[in-house]
T-cell receptor
Framework: DTGVSQDPRHKITKRGQNVTFRCDPI?????LYWYRQTLGQGPEFLTY????????KSRLLSDRFSAERPKGSFSTLEIQRTEQGDSAMYLC???????????????FGPGTRLTVL | LAKTTQPISMDSYEGQEVNITCSHN???????ITWYQQFPSQGPRFIIQ???TKVTNEVASLFIPADRKSSTLSLPRVSLSDTAVYYC?????????????FGSGTRLSIRP
């Protein structure tokens, strides 16, 4: 397994457009997380899934944001009617809740950098 | 929420030992302390995690005093490639993911 992958790596869009990002976690991981990171700040939690169930959503995740993880595998994050304030790096991470060997560390993907013009 | 406080930036030289301290005064009983490293344009990478006393792996050591209100990440003999942002996180990894907060991190710069 090559780790967590995200697609696309970069996305430039115009304000008001919808965008969708994809995350493919490490195959045996049952947890998947989405974060948003702006310049000079640490990642901010958005939401996470355990298998296919979305267990938590941050208040940062407005109704324009939606995330899915069908069949507990890959996940998509959609932003509708994008705003300039949505410009950020969107990071995906996965972890295995029950693996003592991994110490429950999160494995991050390279991120998708979104620029809203 | 267990908020963390760490220095905004630190400088050191190649070959030196670097210690980055993180304060977490309101850490909860079930919380673990985790450190991540992040290079520009990459996602964070797990370094080390601990609950109490001392933890050591192949890249770092983590020192946690008995009261657990602070922790120190120790990087032995740093090199230029250790220049990165280091995040201290406190939270229960088996409970609510939203309560694990990254903060702004410490920007470590290593000079030749």
């Amino acid at each position: 397994d090559t780790g967590v992958s995200q697609d696309p790596r970069h996305k430039i869009t115009k304000r008001g457009q919808n965008v969708t990002f994809r995350c493919d976690p490490i195959s045996e991981h049952n947890r998947l997380y989405w974060y948003r990171q702006t310049l000079g700040q640490g990642p901010e939690f958005l939401t996470y899934f355990q298998n296919e169930a979305q267990l938590e959503k941050s208040r940062l995740l407005s109704d324009r944001f939606s995330a899915e993880r069908p069949k507990g595998s890959f996940s998509t994050l959609e932003i509708q009617r994008t705003e300039q304030g949505d410009s950020a790096m969107y990071l995906c991470a996965s972890s295995s809740l029950f693996s003592d060997d991994l110490d429950n560390e999160q494995f991050f993907g390279p991120g998708t950098r979104l620029t809203v013009l | 929420l267990a908020k963390t406080t760490q220095p905004i930036s630190m400088d050191s030289y190649e070959g030196q030992e670097v210690n980055i301290t993180c304060s977490h005064n309101n850490i909860a009983t079930n919380d673990y302390i985790t450190w991540y490293q992040q290079f520009p344009s990459q996602g964070p990478r797990f370094i080390i995690q601990g609950y109490k006393t001392k933890v050591t792996n192949e890249v770092a050591s983590l020192f946690i005093p008995a009261d657990r209100k602070s922790s120190t990440l120790s990087l032995p003999r740093v090199s230029l490639s250790d220049t990165a942002v280091y995040y201290c996180l406190v939270g229960d990894p088996y409970s609510s993911a939203s309560k694990i907060i990254f903060g702004s991190g410490t920007r470590l710069s290593i000079r030749p």
